[in-house]
């Protein structure tokens, strides 16, 4: 068989082969370029119609966003009202032609209590015992209150009470002395009676057999002598007013705190009550501090700001003529009460208030009536109404020369109010 000859490329030949091959291939591959031809436009041209378009697109431009702006001041009045209201706490709702408000009563307690001290001083007498003996008789006597025993440094002391003196006993022929426990009280007050155990003898019995034969002995310091703080009748009076006083006002301001925001009451109609005042010191106690204590309540008549301002309105409605409007932000109320029954549940009050008034005009009307004109003509047009003292009238854009005609693009701002000077009326 006959052999067949191939050729053979060594392996570093046979890739740079397919190297070659890529290259012819992505040569023979056509490229595909995208290339937008504008067309020419002279320079000279351009600057023909530029202006052309800048008219065109400023005439766009006032069309759809050309609008007039105008400010208009009110001639204003404020004239004033008086009525006479009455504020029922059994009434449901407001009824304005019978003049009558809903109500509310609201009422809190209060208790207030303080330490004070005493003012008055006395000078308060030493006190003690004294043991009596009876040496002279075995006889029972009786001595008045008020015996008078004098100290052996001379100070002169009384028995407290009646006493009753027992007789001696004799035993073996001898006396035996018997003896009684005597309270006793200084003749005068000051430390200098606090004295320390002493001998006794009675003043009645001085030059007689009795004086040596009756004598006394106390064992324990005579105290309590000197001077100390007393109660005294305006000390209590004093701490009874100030807590009065205490009482009512904190009382008052726990009301003010329970009665919500959107309700209104008057000073003048408050009521407050003392409950209780009691101090368990009395006049002449003898006492450094003391305790006092005063229980009060207040009550108000209130009701809603809203029924009152409300009620105003109407009035003023009621009263003016038409085509006029109230300004509602300008309206003020005073308001005092004439007479209160809280038994009844009723107040009555007296009104004063006041609001501006002004002229009521029909924005449409306005607006058509403007629509198209020029700025003097607008002008001219505002400053020829009765009812207007001051106006303001801007166009946008600024190189506009009259009043769009649609009635969107026209903004009346009306009525412009606080800046202008009020004419009262009575």
Same mark, same amino acid.
């Given at each position: 068989?006959?052999?067949?000859?191939?050729?053979?490329?060594?392996?570093?030949?046979? %890739? /740079?082969?397919?190297?070659?091959?890529?290259?012819?291939?992505?040569?023979?591959?056509p490229?595909?370029?995208?290339?937008? $031809?504008?067309?020419?436009?002279?320079?000279?041209?351009?600057?023909? &119609?530029?202006?052309?378009?800048?008219?065109?697109?400023?005439?766009i431009?006032?069309?759809?966003?050309a609008?007039?702006?105008?400010?208009?001041?009110?001639?204003?009045?404020t004239?004033?009202?008086? *009525?006479?209201i $009455?504020?029922?706490?059994?009434?449901?709702?407001?009824?304005f032609?019978?003049?009558?408000?809903?109500?509310?009563?609201?009422?809190?307690?209060?208790?207030?209590?303080?330490? &004070?001290?005493?003012?008055?001083?006395?000078? %308060? =007498?030493?006190?003690g015992? !004294?043991?009596?003996?009876?040496?002279?008789?075995?006889?029972?006597?009786?001595?008045?209150?008020?015996?008078?025993?004098?100290?052996?440094?001379?100070?002169?002391?009384?028995?407290? @009470?009646?006493?009753?003196?027992?007789? @001696?006993?004799?035993?073996?022929?001898?006396?035996?002395?018997?003896?009684?426990?005597?309270?006793?009280?200084?003749?005068?007050?000051? $430390?200098?009676?606090?004295?320390?155990?002493? =001998?006794?003898?009675?003043?009645?019995f001085?030059? $007689?057999?009795?004086?040596?034969?009756?004598?006394?002995?106390?064992?324990?310091?005579?105290?309590?002598?000197?001077?100390?703080?007393?109660?005294?009748?305006?000390?209590?009076? #004093?701490?009874?007013?100030?807590?009065?006083?205490?009482?009512?006002?904190?009382?008052?301001?726990?009301?003010?705190?329970?009665?919500?925001?959107?309700f209104?009451?008057?000073?003048? *109609?408050?009521?407050?009550?003392?409950?209780? %005042?009691?101090?368990?010191?009395?006049?002449?106690?003898?006492?450094?501090?003391?305790? &006092?204590?005063?229980? *009060?309540s207040?009550?108000?008549f209130?009701?809603?700001?809203?029924?009152?301002?409300?009620?105003?309105?109407?009035?003023?409605?009621?009263?003016?003529?038409?085509?006029?409007?109230?300004f509602?932000?300008?309206?003020r109320i005073?308001?005092?009460p004439?007479?209160?029954d809280?038994?009844?549940?009723?107040?009555?009050l007296?009104?004063?208030?006041? *609001?501006? !008034?002004?002229?009521?005009i029909?924005?449409?009307?306005?607006?058509? /009536?403007?629509?198209? =004109?020029?700025?003097?003509?607008?002008?001219?047009?505002?400053?020829?109404?009765?009812?207007?003292?001051?106006?303001?009238? #801007?166009?946008?854009?600024?190189?506009?020369?009259?009043?769009?005609?649609?009635?969107?693009?026209?903004?009346?701002?009306?009525?412009?109010?606080?800046?202008?000077?009020?004419?009262?009326?009575?």
């Open positions: 068989m006959p052999e067949k000859i191939l050729d053979i490329l060594p392996p570093e030949e046979k %890739k /740079k082969e397919e190297i070659v091959k890529k290259e012819v291939l992505k040569k023979e591959k490229e595909f370029k995208f290339k937008i $031809t504008l067309p020419k436009f002279p320079l000279k041209k351009g600057l023909v &119609f530029l202006p052309l378009f800048v008219l065109l697109f400023l005439f431009l006032s069309s759809y966003l609008k007039a702006e105008i400010k208009i001041w009110p001639e204003v009045q004239p004033n009202f008086r *009525a006479k $009455t504020v029922d706490k059994e009434v449901e709702k407001p009824d032609n019978a003049k009558l408000i809903p109500g509310k009563i609201f009422e809190v307690e209060k208790n207030v209590s303080g330490e &004070f001290s005493s003012s008055g001083k006395i000078l %308060k =007498k030493a006190e015992t !004294i043991r009596l003996y009876n040496n002279f008789t075995t006889q029972d006597e009786n001595w008045l209150s008020g015996t008078r025993f004098v100290s052996s440094d001379g100070k002169l002391f009384k028995s407290k @009470a009646k006493i009753l003196v027992p007789g @001696a006993q004799v035993k073996n022929g001898k006396m035996v002395p018997a003896s009684v426990d005597v309270p006793v009280i200084a003749a005068e007050g000051g $430390t200098d009676y606090n004295i320390s155990p002493s =001998k006794f003898s009675i003043i009645a001085r030059g $007689t057999p009795r004086y040596t034969k009756y004598y006394g002995e106390s064992f324990e310091s005579m105290t309590g002598g000197g001077e100390v703080p007393q109660v005294k009748k305006e000390d209590l009076e #004093n701490a009874q007013n100030f807590l009065i006083e205490k009482a009512k006002t904190e009382s008052k301001s726990a009301l003010k705190e329970i009665i919500p925001s959107e209104l009451f008057s000073e003048d *109609a408050l009521q407050t009550k003392i409950l209780d %005042k009691f101090s368990s010191t009395k006049e002449g106690d003898e006492v450094e501090k003391f305790n &006092f204590q005063v229980k *009060a207040s009550a108000t209130a009701f809603l700001k809203a029924d009152l301002n409300n009620f105003a309105k109407d009035f003023i409605l009621s009263q003016i003529s038409e085509g006029k409007k109230l509602e932000e300008s309206l005073e308001y005092s004439e007479t209160a809280y038994q009844e549940g009723k107040i009555s007296s009104l004063d208030f006041s *609001a501006k !008034i002004y002229s009521e029909d924005m449409d009307v306005f607006k058509k /009536k403007l629509r198209g =004109k020029s700025l003097t003509e607008t002008k001219t047009f505002l400053e020829n109404q009765p009812d207007i003292i001051r106006s303001e009238v #801007n166009f946008f854009p600024f190189w506009i020369k009259n009043i769009p005609n649609n009635l969107e693009r026209i903004k009346i701002q009306y009525p412009l109010i606080d800046s202008l000077p009020e004419i009262e009326q009575d």
